[in-house]
């Protein structure tokens, strides 16, 4: 038997097991010294040891749970195969939207979905898996590791000395304080996947990505959804995007209870309730199960950080400086545990900023990183660079050039014209500082003005970029197009006109 079990036990979770935690796996005879010891093998781990291992390192990964973290086994790989799903099920049953007449889903096609996100899972867990790391020259330990002193770590019995360290232990699903929920089962990002029934009515609370995320997944899919929400929906977010999100929530009859807060949950007639308070009425919410999306932890606990004297907070994580370095000098941490970014694309950044700084006594930043995200609801919202809050707070003034989908004839034939493209920029100059695109493809669209902003492209040059037509992500020539525009003051005009007169 393996140490982990992932419900239901079939063939493609046993497979996932078998990948990244394989039965009967012996941890490795210590080197007498590494070049680099990683703890967590999440993005931010297993790309820190690859990157040193294949520079000629020597490298020790230890992971207690699941090689792959939380991206491979309960966010990023399962949750997009879930929202793949569900947007098939909603454009089947809105087939009339393309005229064509398409029968009912049937309740009893979500255990061939979660098969589905099993076998997809199973399938990319080759990638993270024990026997590749290990024949790229990994040593790989399984169990749980500690801290001895600040050059020493102990897994089990296995003594492991280091040069530099990584510390790259992730985050999990933060759980509120909320009177009676110690009492209740409730899912959580890690296991949510479980499933193999729908729900009849699930409870979200929290409003964020996550929560937003699956919350429409499952509306989609036929369960009867409500979110309750502390302030409004991806607070964070561009006020037009989070606008758009909250009108296809209700259109799509996802229950709403924004600006509320939870008094307390119980057990009532066999059934859970939710007791809040919403505005200046108190509301009582039936739920089959509960769903908590409220936020992340980093996990800091039982390293025996205090050992190798590296400074760390329960809520914030490991504490690091710009160059991902602790407290101790020979110590670095990236990814969730220490980190405000908790992107997989993120961790992966950092991983590289880290085996630089660590090894080669680079100088790299965090806080030069240009970071986009994308939360993946239907429509996705995306974002780079500044938020208009942010460009105040540093004094700067800007504008702003919008377009929305509705005026781009390749989202109107895909039925996809609810969003828009929305690009900041320092007034006076086509310096790029932050975009927000909210769009089916948005995630995708993003990366075009990522690439401007790290390469100091303004809208300028980016007008003159030629987009294939037709498709969706021509709206951001036509931002382009809008700046040029705006260029064009009476003065400039009128000495084109005098220009072209005198012409013959």
């Known amino acids: 038997m393996s140490d982990f079990i992932i419900k239901p036990e079939d063939r493609y979770n046993q497979e996932l097991v078998g990948n990244v935690h394989p039965v009967g796996w012996e941890n490795p005879q210590p080197k007498d010294m590494y070049n680099l010891v990683v703890i967590g093998a999440g993005a931010s781990g297993l790309i820190s040891s690859i990157i040193a291992s294949t520079l000629g390192g020597s490298v020790a990964l230890i992971e207690r749970n699941l090689l792959g973290g939380d991206c491979l086994n309960y966010g990023c790989v399962p949750s997009k195969s879930l929202i793949r799903s569900a947007r098939a099920a909603y454009e089947i049953m809105n087939a009339d939207n393309f005229g064509l007449t398409v029968g009912e889903i049937s309740n009893g096609d979500f255990s061939r979905v979660m098969e589905r996100l099993r076998c997809n899972r199973a399938r990319i867990s080759k990638n993270d898996s024990v026997a590749k790391f290990s024949k790229l020259g ?63 009515k699930l409870v979200f609370i929290g409003g964020g990505p996550i929560g ?108 690091v400086d710009d160059f991902l370095q602790t407290s101790n000098k020979r110590i670095y941490a990236a990814g969730d545990c220490c980190m405000k970014w908790k992107f997989t694309h993120a961790a992966d950044a950092a991983a590289q900023i880290v085996v630089q700084n660590a090894l080669f006594k680079g100088k790299k930043k965090l806080s030069d990183l240009v970071m986009p995200w994308t939360i993946f609801t239907d429509p996705e919202v995306a974002h780079v660079g500044m938020y208009e809050q942010d460009a105040i707070n540093l004094g700067l003034d800007f504008e702003y050039y919008k377009v929305d989908l509705s005026r781009v004839d390749r989202a109107i034939v895909d039925g996809e014209d609810n969003g828009f493209v929305k690009v900041m920029v320092k007034k006076g100059c086509d310096k790029i500082l932050g975009a927000t695109v909210v769009a089916s493809h948005a995630g995708e669209m993003i990366s075009e003005i990522t690439m401007c902003i790290t390469c100091g492209v303004g809208l300028r040059k980016l007008s003159g970029v030629i987009h294939p037509y037709p498709t969706q992500a021509e709206s951001i020539k036509r931002i382009a197009g809008e700046f040029s525009k705006s260029r064009l003051t009476p003065f400039v005009k009128m000495l084109l006109a005098w220009w072209l007169r005198i012409q013959r």
């Open 212 to 319: 937003c995320e699956l919350a429409q997944a499952f509306s989609r899919l036929g369960t009867d959804v409500t979110i309750i929400q502390r302030g409004g929906l991806l607070p964070r977010e561009d006020p037009d995007a989070t606008d758009i999100i909250h009108k296809v929530f209700l259109d799509e009859r996802i229950g709403l209870y924004l600006n509320s807060k939870i008094i307390r949950v119980e057990n009532k007639d066999s059934k859970k309730t939710i007791l809040i308070k919403n505005e200046d009425r108190e509301v009582e919410i039936t739920a089959g199960a509960i769903f908590i999306g409220v936020g992340r932890k980093p996990n800091v606990e039982k390293l025996g950080l205090e050992n190798a004297g590296v400074e760390y907070d329960i809520k914030r994580g490991v504490l």
């Open 138 to 200: 990994v040593d790989v330990f399984l169990g749980e590791a500690s801290f001895l002193d600040n050059r020493t770590i102990s897994v089990g019995s296995k003594i492991i000395r280091f040069k530099k360290a990584v510390i790259a232990t992730g985050a999990r699903a933060a759980i509120p304080e909320i009177d009676g929920l110690d009492s209740l089962e409730y899912y959580t990002n890690e296991t949510i996947f479980e499933l193999t029934e729908l729900p009849s």
